[in-house]
């Protein structure tokens, strides 16, 4: 859509030029053509990129399309708000279980150290 609509609004913005070209006849076109050589270039660029974009040549409503391209930014502003909150709730998630594991390896250290140095003390005695 964001690429639809800037060609749709060309496309409204030359039209009239190239609609002007095709109304008229002999030596009066030819000086139009001329006159408003860039226009007209710019009419075909625009028209290309819309059948380009829309190839059955159905051509949406501007207005209808600005409201869809509205919508779809702010259900995207609101998945990308929930993805972050998600993405922090993983990130503390993650951290949690690595202060477990951390903790688990600690007690496990512990727990060697502690049957080493009782098997060095019924040993010694």
């Given amino acids: 859509m964001e690429e639809q609509i800037p060609a749709i609004e060309k496309y409204h913005e030359f039209v009239e030029y190239h609609k002007k070209?095709?109304?008229?006849?002999?030596?009066?076109?030819t000086k139009y053509k001329s006159d408003f050589c860039y226009e007209l270039d710019e009419y075909h660029k625009a028209y290309k990129k819309l059948i380009e974009l829309?190839?059955?040549?159905?051509?949406?409503?501007?207005?209808?399309?600005?409201?869809e391209l509205e919508i779809a930014?702010?259900?995207?502003a609101e998945l990308s708000a929930e993805r972050t909150a998600y993405k922090k709730e993983a990130d503390r998630l993650s951290r949690l279980a690595q202060q477990k594991r951390d903790s688990q390896r600690t007690l496990?250290?512990?727990?060697?150290?502690?049957?080493?140095?009782?098997?060095?003390?019924?040993q010694i005695e």
Wanted: hydrophobic share 20%; no cysteine.
């Fill in 21 to 29: 070209y095709t109304s008229l006849e002999g030596k009066a076109k």
């Fill in 54 to 67: 829309f190839p059955d040549g159905h051509i949406p409503k501007l207005s209808k399309l600005k409201t």
């Fill in 73 to 76: 930014r702010k259900e995207y």
């Fill in 108 to 122: 496990q250290r512990y727990l060697q150290n502690e049957q080493a140095a009782k098997r060095k003390k019924s």
